[in-house]
């Protein structure tokens, strides 16, 4: 998947695709955004959008303290059913 140029509707339309990839990288515990795309090897910019997207629909939340960098960490909500 090439990172370069990638039209925003495209990368929103990866996130049923990411998905499953980020709540994995959650499974062991909060992460930033960086510490994220570091996980699953695709460029912050990109998964600040599948984030976002995530915690619109109470997928993940984030955790109220900012890191020492200015960061919030999100982790994976229980869901019923899923």
């Known amino acids: ?5 990638r039209d925003v509707r495209e990368i929103v339309r990866d996130e049923h695709i990411m998905r499953p990839r980020i709540l994995a990288a959650l499974a062991d515990g909060p992460l ?11 460029p912050s910019h990109e998964v600040t959008f599948w984030v976002m997207g ?3 629909y109470g997928w993940i939340a984030e ?4 890191t020492d ?11 019923e059913g899923v």
Do not use: D, L
Request: charged share 30%.
């Open 1 to 5: 998947m090439s990172t370069i140029n």
């Open 32 to 42: 930033t955004i960086p510490e994220i795309a570091a996980v699953i090897g695709r």
């Open 54 to 56: 995530m915690r619109k």
């Open 63 to 66: 955790i109220k303290e900012v």
């Open 69 to 79: 960098e200015g960061y919030y960490r999100y982790q994976a909500v229980e869901r």
